[in-house]
């Protein structure tokens, strides 16, 4: 007998741009992300850009996370090697569980397109009070490549043989 097909379950998702110098007019990156995000189904709950300043980036993503009407954060933006670069700094110490395949996943596929450049990124991804996070690249490329390969199929609940969705409880009881 067939497994039952699952219907899509639609997710709000909050996009973060940190950067010290993009605006709304220039923000490709958390445009892109919001765009694909929206286009897969699901529903942008914000959009913020910031300077990466890590008590910054932490009290937005804090908020979202306490919010129980957001069920993901994705953050693109301030996770290179370079002295302005702090997001993991700024995430790390929110997350209740951190997800390290999601690095290393995004690193993977990144490769084939960048190849040992893929080095210089600290993706990264965790959870915190029930809610998913997702730590990016700035690059527009590097946002499509997380999105298209890999955030995307974690976020739809037909995704087998598991999927982020189905770890939702209280998504799931209502």
């Not at 690095?103 to 993977?108: P, T």
């Not at 990124?121 to 390969?149: E, H, M, Q």
Request: hydrophobic fraction near 35%; charged fraction near 25%; charge should be negative.
């Amino acid at each position: 007998m067939p497994a039952q097909e699952r219907q899509f379950i639609p997710l709000n998702i909050a996009v973060l741009t940190i950067s010290d110098s993009r605006t709304d007019e220039t923000d490709t990156s958390g445009r892109g992300l919001a765009q694909r995000l929206t286009d897969a189904g699901h529903k942008l709950a914000e959009k913020v850009i910031v300077p990466d300043h890590i008590y910054r980036i932490r009290a937005i993503v804090a908020r979202w996370i306490a919010d129980d009407d957001i069920q993901v954060v994705i953050t693109t933006g301030g996770t290179g090697v370079t002295g302005r670069d702090g997001t993991p700094e700024a995430i790390s110490p929110l997350l209740d569980k951190e997800i390290e395949g999601f690095g290393e996943i995004f690193r993977a596929v990144s490769y084939e397109q960048i190849k040992t450049s893929t080095l210089q990124s600290r993706a990264l991804a965790g959870v915190s009070n029930g809610t998913y996070i997702f730590c990016v690249p700035g690059s527009s490329g590097a946002c499509k490549t997380a999105w298209d390969k890999v955030i995307a199929h974690q976020l739809d609940y037909r995704t087998r043989p598991c999927n982020l969705v189905e770890l939702m409880p209280r998504l799931l009881e209502s």
